[in-house]
């Protein structure tokens, strides 16, 4: 059974949200406070299916159809006659926890309040709420059109009802779910950002090149993508984030972010969505 699905953030994460639930046929309403965003969000949403449509994985008129599906608003209130609200924004306990408040405020009674965050606990999000039972992680990956994994985040109150519905809505979109307990960065980036970590500190301590490092992963351990690339590819800045998080939450310094990592970011160097990370990427093309 579909249902109307807000997402709340119009960026890498939060369009590709939108359009695989608009491809399976839900009316999905995509928020962000910058109608630039959404400009951008949508304009990346018809790029996306167009490629779907050029390698036969889904016709026109599946691909017209999901386009009708998705509106655009800059307005939180739109959140309020929805049955799933995932919140899609930048990987900010502050600004997550301030969105849940207002959302918990908006949302129609059942709704169920879900996070994509890759790291923040969701206990402490579900807090922020009248309703933690209702409350939940689900960690889509990216890119979201592409990628099957769904990680599903079950908060410390979050009820049975609530995580039975989203396993359920994840396999509907044709998504794998994987239950994980609320811990710092989860499974998938506990086991991940060390790994990138570790290749930044080679880079900054000579050991090999970028390339080198990225195909040493490659072709070693049969990766499809090299760690330093895949860092470009999530952004630096969310990288740096959920590394801090994992060295409070878990108070070991075996996650400290890599000064290099550290750096890049304070340049700006963001990885593809600024133009330039690890590699060059030509012209920025970040909000």
Excluded at 80 to 107: C, M, N, P, W, Y
Aim: hydrophobic letters at 45%; proline letters at 5%; one cysteine or more.
């Amino acid at each position: 059974m579909t249902e109307r699905v807000v997402v709340v953030g119009a960026g890498q994460m939060g369009n590709g949200i939108a359009h695989v639930f608009a491809l399976h046929g839900h009316a999905v309403t995509m928020i962000d406070v910058h109608p630039h965003a959404l400009k951008k969000g949508r304009a990346t949403i018809e790029g996306n299916l167009a490629r779907q449509v050029k390698k036969g994985a889904i016709d026109d008129a599946a691909r017209e159809a999901a386009l009708s599906r998705i509106v655009e608003s800059t307005d939180l209130a739109s959140a309020a006659d929805a049955g799933l609200v995932i919140e899609a924004a930048t990987e900010q306990s502050d600004l997550k926890f301030r969105i849940f408040a207002e959302l918990d405020r908006l949302a129609a009674p059942g709704a169920i309040l879900a996070s994509n965050t890759s790291s923040i606990s969701i206990t402490a999000i579900a807090g922020r709420t009248a309703h933690p039972e209702r409350v939940i992680g689900m960690h889509f990956m990216n890119p979201v059109p592409v990628m099957q994994l769904v990680e599903v985040i079950r908060g410390l109150a979050t009820s049975d009802a609530t995580t039975h519905r989203v396993m359920e809505l994840a396999q509907s979109l044709g998504k794998t779910p994987v239950e994980v307990n609320d811990f710092p960065g989860f499974v998938s980036n506990r086991v991940l950002m060390p790994m990138i970590n570790e290749a930044a500190y080679c880079l900054m301590e000579g050991v090999g090149t970028a390339e080198a490092i990225d195909t040493v992963m490659k072709l070693g351990m049969n990766h499809p993508i090299g760690p330093l690339a895949l860092a470009d590819l999530i952004g630096l800045d969310t990288c740096v984030a959920i590394l801090e998080v994992l060295q409070d939450g878990l108070g070991d310094d075996k996650y400290r972010p890599c000064p290099l990592l550290k750096k890049y970011v304070a340049a700006g160097w963001l990885g593809r969505k600024s133009g330039r990370g690890f590699y060059g990427y030509g012209q920025p093309d970040g909000r």
